[in-house]
């Protein structure tokens, strides 16, 4: 380990170090969506999509779809994304520009 590596952590560490907070937003968020009704969780959908039509980004609705996208997850699949999953998904690298197709939306390191 280097002595920059000490001083500033790795190139991990710094990238978690920004992820970190986003994900527990997510996790938080998990009792809001949990009382809701089904209708109400597929009307959250059609919700985020005026935001984003209203001016707002993507990273300003990321912490909501996942946590919707979660929920809903556990409602009709019976699992649940782990923290982890979140974490990677909510990537700079795996954030998608424009609308790309899957297999390019996390490029190789």
Not at 11 to 24: G, Q, V, Y
Request: charged fraction near 25%; aromatic fraction near 6%.
């Amino acid at each position: 380990m280097s002595l920059a590596e000490k001083l500033f952590g790795s190139f991990s560490d710094r990238e978690l170090k920004k992820i970190n907070p986003l994900t527990k937003q997510v996790l938080a968020l998990e009792g809001k969506y949990q009382a809701m009704s089904d209708a109400e969780l597929q009307a959250q959908t059609p919700a985020l999509k005026q935001k984003l039509a209203d001016g707002k980004t993507l990273d300003d609705i990321l912490p909501d779809a996942f946590a919707v996208c979660r929920e809903a997850a556990w409602r009709v699949l019976g699992m649940k994304h782990f923290p982890v999953t979140c974490t990677g998904a909510t990537s700079p690298r795996c954030r998608p520009v424009k609308a790309r197709p899957l297999w390019q939306r996390c490029p190789p390191i």
